[in-house]
């Protein structure tokens, strides 16, 4: 899959009937690195972040009613839901005053730093776009998803891409090597205002930009250069969400016991991802993990 045939619209049914539902997959991701650079005056933070997505996703089927219906499995209630805050963000915008009825079946956990929830609503808000004919641009999309989460923006440019400010900075890159992935995700639910707020108790210094070459940083993923990723790979959050859930680094050390080159925290956590050179050493090391949830995955390139 090349980048440029990547965006949510891929993942919709090509169906030229109006009454016809739309299909589509919203996947998972993956933080290669998360720097944070700073606190905004909105409360949130700037970062600086390679996101990548994989082959990991949640289904969505969207189809023409008579008012907004949402249900997903499992159950999630509305105030929580955000797709359903996407809808009302979009009619808000768009003043449209019809109906959908979006079915989402969820594969990738919840408060997992995979972007379940982001993706979700990336999908859900072009593919309301094409089904009430909005014909929003990229760009009015982009704005949009914003206001409903900071990774939304991501998932409308994926599948790799530089972000940076709070998300809506998106630089989308060119990476032509799909790497094999171990999802590891322990009972923990970790919460990312959280992880934040902690990480700000624990850096009370003014956070200044770091440099990095995002260019090497691609080199390498193209090489599968492990060596020197392993080198690169740094999540800012990691250290405060380790404290209080030392399980994370329990799993990483059985990642690399286990046969995986390098491993990192993904987000805000609680998922841990490791790089393995092929399909049946992940699979070997998922047999390790139980009872945590794992997941073997490919980079989307």
């Not at 980048?3 to 919709?12: K, M």
């Amino acid at each position: 899959m090349s980048r440029g045939d990547f965006s949510p619209r891929q993942f919709i049914s090509d169906s030229t009937s109006r009454s016809a539902p739309l299909h589509l997959r919203a996947p998972a991701k993956i933080n290669w690195f998360l720097k944070i650079v700073g606190k905004r005056d909105d409360g949130f933070h700037n970062i600086i972040s390679l996101m990548q997505c994989v082959n990991l996703y949640d289904s969505l089927v969207i189809e023409h009613a008579d008012s907004v219906d949402i249900v997903t499995d499992p159950d999630i209630p509305l105030h929580d839901n955000i797709v359903y805050k996407t809808v009302n963000i979009l009619k808000k915008h768009t003043h449209c005053t019809k109906g959908a009825r979006i079915q989402l079946k969820k594969k990738i956990p919840v408060s997992a730093g995979l972007g379940g929830g982001s993706s979700d609503a990336a999908y859900a808000l072009s593919g309301l776009n094409k089904l009430w004919g909005l014909q929003l641009s990229n760009a009015e999309l982009n704005a949009i998803g914003a206001e409903t989460g900071s990774d939304v923006p991501f998932f409308l440019n994926g599948p790799s891409a530089l972000v940076e400010g709070r998300g809506e900075k998106v630089n989308p890159l060119k990476i032509q090597s799909s790497i094999m992935l171990l999802l590891v995700k322990p009972p923990s639910a970790v919460s990312t205002a959280w992880a934040y707020t902690s990480f700000d108790t624990f850096h009370t210094d003014k956070l200044t930009k770091k440099p990095f070459d995002i260019k090497l940083f691609c080199q390498a993923l193209n090489r599968k250069d492990y060596a020197s990723l392993g080198k690169m790979l740094d999540n800012d959050l990691e250290e405060v969400v380790a404290e209080r859930y030392p399980v994370i680094r329990e799993i990483r050390q059985k990642l690399t016991g286990s046969g995986a080159v390098i491993s990192g925290m993904s987000g805000s956590g609680s998922t841990v991802f490791g790089v393995f050179e092929n399909k049946d050493k992940a699979a070997a090391s998922a047999n390790t993990m139980k009872p945590n949830w794992s997941c073997v995955v490919e980079t989307l390139v």
